[in-house]
């Protein structure tokens, strides 16, 4: 199978500008998450999608939004860019059924720089 | 408010010996624990992971040890080999959806 796969790879933007990541998840997976990885941070979770729907979400501003569509790939999208905005944006799929724990799978991550 | 605490940023360790990474956490709703691995310009894979009902859990030459009643969970690798070298992610998760919580990261170096 395919892994998770992450476009673009690296991304420059400017400050106000906004940016779409996207991720495509392992064929079947239907569960996908975003993260945020920074120095000194660790991963910071974004928010989690399930056959197209928003089920979880983390403690981000309201210019983070994400969706999935029917295909489970799913795009994150930051509006009006600031520079702590730069960091390694990690996508991961899960084969998660209801309340079965499952592990995820994570992309190569989009870095994104803040100019 | 970090919920899931590795202290150590790193940790070296000669070739053959024990690694130990631990790893702290407040939140008792957690009711599973996951750790990763992650090399550079890649993302983690996971590794091993343990349920609150368990107490240990072993896969070849990882072992994960939970501690409920002091929050704390810890893995070990034995033998240590430098393709171990990476940072390790302790992650915890719990309503059964996948909202998890990471940590920091620890930076284990195998020296051979």
């Known amino acids: 199978k395919a892994g998770v796969t992450q476009t673009p790879r690296y991304l420059i933007k400017t400050r106000g500008q906004q940016v779409t990541l996207s991720c495509s998840p392992i064929?079947?997976?239907?569960?996908v998450s975003w993260y945020q990885q920074t120095p000194g941070q660790g991963l910071q979770f974004l928010f989690e999608?399930?056959?197209?729907?928003?089920?979880n979400k983390g403690n981000f501003p309201g210019r983070f939004s994400g969706r999935q569509f029917s295909n489970s790939r799913s795009e994150m999208n930051v509006s009006t860019l600031e520079l702590g905005d730069s960091a390694l944006y990690l996508c991961a799929s899960s084969p998660q059924q209801s309340t079965v724990y499952n592990e995820q799978f994570f992309g190569p991550g989009t870095r994104l720089t803040v100019l | 408010d970090q919920q899931v605490k590795q202290n150590s940023p790193s940790l070296s360790v000669q070739e053959g010996r024990i690694s130990i990474l631990n790893c702290d956490y407040t939140?008792?709703?957690?009711?599973?624990f996951l750790w990763y691995k992650k090399y550079p310009a890649e993302g983690p894979t996971f590794l091993i992971s343990?349920?609150?009902?368990?107490d240990k859990n072993e896969d070849g030459r990882f072992t994960v040890f939970l501690n409920k009643s002091a929050k704390h969970l810890s893995l070990h690798i034995v033998p240590s080999q430098p393709g171990d070298s990476a940072v390790y992610f302790c992650?915890?998760?719990?309503?059964?959806?996948?909202?998890?919580?990471f940590g920091i990261g620890t930076k284990l170096q195998v020296i051979p």
């Open positions: 343990i349920s609150s009902i368990k």
């Open positions: 939140n008792s709703m957690f009711d599973y």
């Open positions: 992650a915890a998760n719990w309503g059964g959806y996948q909202k998890v919580t």
């Open positions: 064929s079947g997976h239907r569960s």
């Open positions: 999608y399930f056959s197209e729907t928003q089920r």
